[in-house]
């Protein structure tokens, strides 16, 4: 079973505008991770963020964890057509000796 | 894309054959995993090992076999393939600052007919 939801499973979007994905775990976590896979290719790490950090960023990426709600968000600003891609967030639990649960991924259209 | 191999890229097979997908790194990682990619279910994890000759279980382990003899080799074998095991297999290794990354390969798309 899944640990990891992320909604929308879809986004189409104008390149330019921001994009936000949204990810929903059930069980405790030490980490959460996000990782992007173009088509045809193997998943390409993003960030990570502690199960005590609630906001982190990186370049145009910006990720938000509420550990209460056991949900997490991925922000890209200002989109790019390269940005097209599918986007997976990673649930690391506490005990499950650092194995990642992946989510079934929202997957990112940035139209030029 | 961390030194991470993958042989073969494609492959089309038959019911019942026994099939062997090889991951190969080069920089003496210990964590290594294999996992499937179905639409609809995301990344599924089948096995890993965390170092030479010790494996585990992971969700989706049945009708499927793994063996690590070298560090820098996981192969992943199906004894007897069937159409349910046709999916897209992705290794990957565990490594990044901190040690809790992980790195995948380009991929295997395995068809079962």
């Known amino acids: 079973s899944q640990q990891g939801e992320e909604d929308p499973q879809a986004l189409s979007i104008q390149e330019g505008e921001n994009a936000t994905m949204n990810c929903s775990y059930k069980t405790s976590i030490n980490n959460l991770q996000w990782y992007r896979q173009n088509s045809g290719r193997g998943l390409v790490h993003l960030i990570l963020i502690r199960s005590n950090e609630r906001e982190k960023h990186s370049g145009r990426l910006r990720v938000t964890l509420d550990t209460s709600k056991k949900s997490s968000s991925l922000l890209i600003t200002a989109s790019r057509a390269a940005d097209t891609a599918s986007y997976f967030c990673?649930?690391?639990?506490?005990?499950?000796?650092?194995?990642?649960?992946f989510g079934g991924g929202t997957r990112l259209m940035v139209k030029p | 894309d961390a030194g991470i191999t993958q042989s073969p890229r494609h492959k089309v097979t038959e019911t019942g054959t026994p099939v062997t997908l090889r991951c190969h790194q080069t920089e003496n990682h210990r964590y290594m995993y294999w996992y499937r990619q179905d639409p609809g279910h995301g990344l599924r994890l089948i096995h890993y090992s965390y170092g030479v000759k010790d494996t585990d279980k992971g969700e989706v382990s049945d009708g499927y076999s793994v063996s690590r003899s070298k560090t820098e080799d996981f192969l992943l074998t199906l004894e007897s393939a069937t159409s349910s095991q046709t999916s897209v297999y992705f290794c990957?290794?565990?490594?990044?600052?901190?040690?809790?990354?992980?790195?995948f390969g380009p991929g295997t798309r395995l068809t079962v007919l």
């Open positions: 990673a649930t690391d639990p506490n005990n499950a000796g650092n194995m990642l649960t």
């Open positions: 990957a290794i565990r490594g990044g600052r901190a040690n809790n990354e992980q790195f």
